[in-house]
């Protein structure tokens, strides 16, 4: 019997998507799901909304103030490790999420459990999770078989698996847990936390990223590119080249060393496609090069490329968009 834990996130008072999709792999997967929430009395919880999940357990830890821990999220991590030490799973989900990507390696440490991040395909046969995650910067996808009786922590990329709604004919019960901290916590040190990040919608929900690289040529030329992703409704993103010439935040690099996204649409402009910008990329569902040289290697991967100097190409798209949205 499989018993899971999805540890899910809250987003502006609901469920992120990211965890509505750990749920639907933890419904194909498993025997019975629970869910555990981290709230602090700021939070918004959508208790309405959250009783009729498709899931049989739901734990909401009940814990100081978060501000102190934004970004950090140690109260968290240590919240979940201490909820973990009093409950057997045989499998623990994150999503690899901002805050999946902080908390769950160091609540697998903390428990002593085995943890693998960025996965992107799970299936279980008899008694083995079977787990494809990429490597080398994503030029290969590694095979892992992990046992389903060593209680393994995952992180899984959101957005990836084709995963069916799931029919709902349960009620879950709820369990509010009070975590006790007995020590000052070194959260406390930190006094004031800044958002400097200049992401209105988060690049790993965008649907739609326009990203631009050196071939911009210059930080101007990103107001271009953002006037295109507010067109379109959607996110901007940058190569690593193009945040380390400082013309734009390094918060909306996309890469190896940056966000993985994986949106409907990709439009990248003046990037060349290497390795480690793919790494970030390229399971996206259909990307748009934009490139003057015609053996870039982002038409590799591309589904539709225009050969040619972004300039002119991005400026009649944008009055093409225009058009449109007068009639
Ligand atoms: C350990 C490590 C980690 C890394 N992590 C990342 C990462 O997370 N993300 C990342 O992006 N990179 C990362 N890199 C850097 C990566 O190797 C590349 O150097 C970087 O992605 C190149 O960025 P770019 O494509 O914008 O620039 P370039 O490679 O210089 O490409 C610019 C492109 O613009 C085109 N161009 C030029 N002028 C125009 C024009 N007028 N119109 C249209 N096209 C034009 C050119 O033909 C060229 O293809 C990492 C490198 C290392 C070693």
Redesign the pocket.
Same mark, same amino acid.
């Given at each position: 019997m499989i018993n899971t834990l999805v540890v899910g996130e809250i987003k502006d008072g609901k469920l992120s998507e990211n965890s509505f999709d750990l749920l639907k792999i933890s419904d194909k997967l498993s025997d019975r799901t629970s869910l555990v929430l981290c709230t602090s009395s700021q939070d918004n919880v959508p208790l309405d909304d959250i009783k009729i999940l498709p899931v049989d357990f739901i734990y909401l830890l009940k814990i100081p103030s978060l501000d102190i821990d934004r970004g950090i999220y140690d109260i968290d991590t240590y919240a979940l490790s201490v909820f973990l030490n009093s409950k057997d799973f045989n499998l623990i989900l994150f999503s690899k999420s901002e805050y999946g990507s902080v908390v769950a390696p160091r609540v697998a440490f903390r428990n002593k459990k085995k943890y693998l991040s960025d996965c992107t395909g799970i299936s279980l046969k008899e008694d083995l999770f079977l787990i494809e995650r990429p490597i080398y910067?994503g030029v290969a996808i590694a095979e892992y078989q992990v046992s389903t009786n060593i209680s393994p922590v995952f992180s899984i990329r959101s957005g990836l698996q084709n995963l069916d709604d799931i029919s709902n004919n349960k009620i879950a019960a709820i369990e509010e847990i009070d975590i006790q901290f007995n020590e000052p916590h070194p959260a406390k040190m930190i006094e004031e936390y800044s958002n400097d990040s200049l992401e209105e919608i988060k690049l790993e929900d965008a649907k739609i990223i326009v990203s631009?690289?050196? &071939?911009?040529?210059n930080e101007i030329a990103f107001e271009e590119l953002k006037k295109l992703a507010n067109l379109l409704g959607g996110a901007l993103g940058?190569?690593?080249? #193009?945040c380390d010439a400082g013309w734009i935040d390094h918060s909306l /690099?996309? +890469?190896?060393? +940056?966000k993985t996204v994986t949106p409907d649409l990709y439009i990248s402009? &003046? $990037?060349?496609? #290497?390795? /480690?910008?793919l #790494? &970030?990329c390229s399971m996206s569902k259909n990307i748009v090069a934009?490139?003057?040289?015609k053996d #870039?290697n $982002?038409f590799n991967v591309a589904r539709f490329g225009v050969i040619?100097?972004?300039?002119q190409i991005i400026k009649s798209f944008i009055s093409s968009i225009e058009d449109l949205s007068l009639k």
């Open positions: 910067g631009g690289g050196r &071939g911009l040529g940058a190569s690593r080249a #193009a /690099q996309i +890469g190896l060393t +940056g402009v &003046g $990037i060349s496609g #290497a390795s /480690q910008h #790494a &970030g934009i490139n003057n040289d #870039a $982002i040619g100097d972004w300039n």
